[in-house]
């Protein structure tokens, strides 16, 4: 079990100050499931981020600064992502402990950019270019002809709309559809989300670094 993140940062500083490796090792090693760097890993993660540390829970920022101070290379594409998910007032805090390197701040912002347009043309390209074919489910917003186009291109809006999302967590969280879709539809759907996750946005999460890919993890 991963203590608290006050004892385990002092911890960390310690073995690393003191050249215990062994210990070193040992503490992030235990983070590796919480901070994935493979796909298949993030979907079999049952806890994820700064939810690993015990009571209280960290500020991602201040995770992010002690992985950026002990350079736990691995880890920061995750930890980075997870300092997003706040939105940019959490992004920018400077409570103590949780105030970012003013550069660390500029490249994970222009990476969320980045991020966010391969997910807006991964998404156009499952609601515009597959054929979603109109359902024959009246409860289902795709019940709808191929004309007139004013109510296609309504429907296709909404699905977009729950697909895309208004938020940096709906990027690696499977769409919410509701009573939007019938139940078909939406599994078809969120397999197409599910395979745009994996694709576009795992694969750009180290843009959030400035980092090309995976590769230098």
Known sequence: ????????????????KY???????????????????????????????????GSPKPHPNAVLNLFLEQNIKF?????????CLGGFQALVSDRPGTLLPRLTIATIIHGMGVTRRMMTHATYGIVHL?????????LCVLNVDMSPAEGRREALKKVSNVMFGGSEGVMLS???????????????????????RKEFVWAALPSLLGWGGWEGV
């Open 174 to 196: 499977p769409p919410s559809f509701g009573t939007l879709v019938c139940v078909v539809c939406a599994v078809r759907l969120e397999k197409a989300h599910v395979d745009c």
């Open 1 to 16: 079990m991963v203590p608290e993140f006050t004892t385990y940062a002092s911890l960390l500083r310690m073995a690393a």
């Open 130 to 138: 597959r054929d979603l074919g109109v359902c024959p489910n009246r």
């Open 75 to 83: 880890a920061l594409p995750f930890a980075a992502y997870r300092a």
């Open 19 to 53: 050249g215990f490796s062994d210990v070193r090792e040992a503490l992030v090693e235990d983070l590796k499931g919480a901070y994935p760097i493979k796909w298949e890993d993030f979907e079999a993660a049952r806890v994820l981020g700064e939810d690993v540390f």
